[in-house]
């Protein structure tokens, strides 16, 4: 996916970087064509075979050790146990989407080439330099894991190699890093409706069926791009959405045992501080792609408005009345929103909604166990 011509070394940098972790498969962007596609699957089946043996050990000693997880309630270990299975799934998840499906993804990168093309969408991807946005991003999801680790060091002795193989850190980052590319995407999604917005706002007088007929094929093109993303990560999405409010749970759950277990451990609010920490990130990460997918549909929205304005400006009988007539029905035609392997669309009600249920699991959960805690 090659995207602004100031930004193309640091895409290309981006890119070279997810394919170590096989989130995104091999692809030459000079030769458009995926290479060593073998190789590619075979490194990904191997990540991901590590990844299940070290989650298998990892139950293993959680079930036969005295720790933290056996003085869990039943329902708090029954999460902490499912959290980690949903971490490892999602982390199995990405590396076989980037594994699958290579039609769907050249055409992916084709859109997202063209769209960049067509619409000059010059926006950079974030405010500041991309390569200063990516490496903060890295420094801090660093500093906050490597702080949670520590909490466990120093209260349980855990070492660090340990910790760092056996934990559910590495299938963070997974998470990390690829909601960090579909952020690049829909961002490059976002600015290319902006750059239609900007074209119709300049239509004041005189409309053109060639720039009409431009306008509509930029338009359906990123709308089919939508439906493409919906296609190929839909399914990740919710597992992406459900692993957010449980693991948020989890962590919740931890700091409620300090308030059963603090005396028992001198540097028990490492541990704590560690686990918000964790929910401050994986929130993160959920909302701000939430929020970005929906102020890409609010710039289709208004795409649409934009239409039936330019519409009303003409005589009834004009041409260009004409015109704008076709416009304002192709846009209600290729008007599409994210959706969640289409179960429902993805907007900021999404995110009420976890939290809601968050609130409510966590009232239900003091209130049964107050004598336990």
Not at 123 to 138: A, E, G, T
Not at 249 to 269: A, G
Request: proline residues 1%; aromatic residues 14%; charged residues 15%.
């Amino acid at each position: 996916m090659e995207l602004p011509r100031t930004t193309d070394s640091s895409i290309r940098l981006l890119f070279l970087y997810l394919n170590l972790y096989v989130i995104t498969p091999w692809y030459s962007f000079v030769d458009n064509s995926f290479y060593k596609p073998w190789l590619c699957k075979t490194y990904g089946c191997g990540l991901i075979l590590i990844r299940v043996v070290c989650t298998g050990i990892s139950f293993h000693k959680n079930l036969t050790s005295d720790g933290l997880a056996a003085k869990f309630l039943l329902t708090q270990r029954i999460i902490h146990h499912f959290t980690k299975a949903t971490t490892c799934a999602v982390m199995v998840s990405i590396i076989i989407t980037s594994m699958k499906d290579f039609d769907k993804w050249k055409l992916l990168f084709g859109n997202c080439q063209s769209i960049n093309d067509n619409l000059q969408t010059k926006k950079k991807l974030s405010m500041i330099n991309p390569r200063i946005d990516f490496f903060v991003k890295q420094i801090l999801f660093g500093i906050f894991t490597m702080y949670s680790l520590y909490g466990w060091y120093v209260c349980y002795g855990s070492t660090f190699w340990h910790s760092i193989v056996f934990s559910d850190r590495n299938a963070l980052y997974y998470e990390f890093l690829w909601v960090y590319f579909l952020k690049c995407v829909v961002e490059l999604l976002g600015n290319g409706y902006r750059s239609l917005n900007a074209t119709l706002v300049d239509v004041k007088i005189n409309l053109t069926e060639d720039l009409a007929r431009k306008v509509c094929q930029n338009y359906r093109l990123l709308a089919e791009t939508i439906e493409l993303f919906n296609s190929m990560f839909g399914n990740q999405l919710i597992l992406i959405i459900f692993h957010s409010g449980l693991h948020t749970i989890n962590s919740l759950n931890v700091c409620l045992l300090y308030t059963k277990l603090q005396h028992s451990f001198s540097f028990f609010y490492h541990v704590v501080i560690g686990c918000l920490c964790l929910v401050v990130l994986v929130l993160y990460n959920f909302v701000t792609l939430v929020i970005l997918m929906d102020s890409t549909v609010a710039e289709a929205r208004k795409y649409q408005d934009l239409c039936f304005q330019i519409e009303d400006k003409f005589n009834v009988n004009s041409d260009e009345a004409k015109i704008a007539a076709k416009l304002s029905k192709l846009s209600k035609q290729f008007l599409k929103e994210f959706s969640a392997g289409g179960f429902f669309v993805i907007n900021k009600s999404v995110v009420i909604s976890v939290l809601v249920h968050l609130a409510g699991y966590m009232v239900v959960t003091v209130q049964f166990n107050m004598d336990d805690l």
